[in-house]
């Protein structure tokens, strides 16, 4: 493996830890516009979620660009990554991610536009509650395959992948 792919393992391994502590601040947000009432926090909330989804994006920027070496196109490229991210490439890699972890997160995805382009008084705080209630246990298998994929990649050392 060259050096590039076994420090791509080692970066997926380090977002991963920064997009738990993210996933962890939405979480203790939630909690507290919930215990308060104040919608202040759901602001927080959908700022965390949006980063926690930016971060694992990040991830699968750097497969598609230093593995893959191929980026989607086109206005849809966001949508176009994670199904990317999801399929085998033959000769160069495993999928990435099962397909019920891209239809999970497709959902993060799409809130992360409306965090983006919508106003924050504006959010729905029970399409907030419950991306943030499903965020565990979907960052939990997530994790478990991103993990894999790292190994993979060292498994891999001095193989062209």
């Not at 930016?54 to 893959?68: K, P, Q, T, W, Y």
């Not at 565990?136 to 395959?145: S, T």
Request: aromatic share 10%; hydrophobic share 40%; with cysteine.
């Amino acid at each position: 493996m060259n050096e590039g792919l076994k420090h791509l393992a080692m970066r997926i391994r380090n977002e991963l830890s920064e997009i738990e502590h993210t996933l962890k601040r939405a979480t203790e947000g939630m909690k507290r516009a919930k215990q308060t009432g104040d919608a202040y926090y759901l602001d927080g909330v959908a700022l965390n979620l949006h980063s926690f989804y930016s971060g694992i994006e990040r991830i699968f920027e750097l497969i598609a660009a230093n593995v893959d070496c191929m980026f989607p196109e086109g206005e849809n490229w966001h949508q176009a990554l994670l199904k990317q991210m999801a399929e085998e490439m033959s000769d160069v890699r495993p999928a990435v991610i099962s397909d019920f972890v891209r239809l999970a997160f497709d959902e993060y995805r799409g809130f992360r536009h409306i965090v983006r382009n919508v106003y924050t008084y504006k959010f729905d705080s029970a399409r907030i509650e419950k991306l943030t209630e499903r965020a565990g246990p979907l960052f939990a298998q997530l994790r478990a395959e991103l993990l894999a994929f790292a190994d993979f990649l060292e498994a891999n050392e001095g193989d062209e992948v």
